[in-house]
């Protein structure tokens, strides 16, 4: 697993969801953006729409949203499932920004 | 420190320097050895599978994320390191070592069939590359670095590694736009050879835009590392990043986000 990578959430609060690795932590965790499909929510976020080609080289089912909020989910590499699919460099900056990773 | 940038881009810019890309495929093609055949003819299919995929972008930003993601697709990546066989060489290798522990230089072919704006911007690009190339040539590197090897996951990874976590993201930025920047220069220049009925204007110039800008951001990143000299003519001071201070922001920043981890292994 590296950063950039595109995970199913398998536990916790983002089960089901779509994810991006972004960092591996010494301690072994790693730190997945979470992205939802609910929108409209009034916080800070990027999206990813389906049907442009972020979203299709992503496998993402329906547009895509990525809230700071929602901030970043942390576990072990076997609490989440390759998708065998990685982000797009701009895309893995743009959540990089999203969340304090500069 | 060192950064991780887009040698991909570096690996075949021996060979094109020597003989222009595309022209050298469509013209060079029977005159090669036997064994650069192989590796002239992969070019040819990646190349042509990018432009047939590039093409089809229906306004800027569409073009913008086809750009994107070719970046690190297997097209742009396993073309590029076809064409890292064509030209392997010193050079090359010193190029793509630089890339891994540096910066970048790149290549100079002609936009001949391009329109006039195109063409401009095109030449500009080429302009640039050239003095990064120039810059490059004579940085001195240490032991080692003439001796990597160029293959298809070494340069996913150095891709990938371009915005990993460990690389500011303003570097990451330029790194990007300079990788984007090289496949639209790959693709500008096949449509250079398209009838100029069927290449929308917009796209032959957008094209050339992300081109000669990707040959600045590269430009500009080299300029930045100590190492290597480019007239503050060429990059203005303004222009160029504080590695350092960039790198202990990262660092910090880094820390911070980790630090949102929890204690215990098993939380999700």
Redesign the interface.
Known sequence: M???DVVE?L????VGHLGVV??L?????V?VACGTGTAGRDDTHYVIRAR???GL?MGLPKDTYFYQSR??????PD?FKSTER?A???V??EL??L???? | MAHALPFSVLAFTNATRSSPLLRALHSVALAVPLANKTAFSTVRTHSEALVRDIRTATDDNDLRQALDVAVDGDDFIKGAVALAEIGRSRTARLLVWLMRHTRGDAFAPGGRGLRPRARARVEAGNRLFAVAAASVRKFSAPPGAESISVDEQIVRQAVRELVGPTVPLSVAELGTRGLRGLVAFWVVNELAYVPVREVPLWLEEALSQHFEDGAYALLRILASTPQIVVSEEEVPLADRLDLEHLDEETRQARDRFRATAPQTIGGG
Do not use: Y
């Open positions: 590296t950063p950039g959430i536990s916790g609060d983002h972004l960092d932590h010494p301690n072994g965790l730190g442009e080609r972020f080289r901030g970043i989910a942390w576990a072990k609490q990685t797009p460099p701009d893995v900056r990089r920004k969340h304090g990773l500069v």
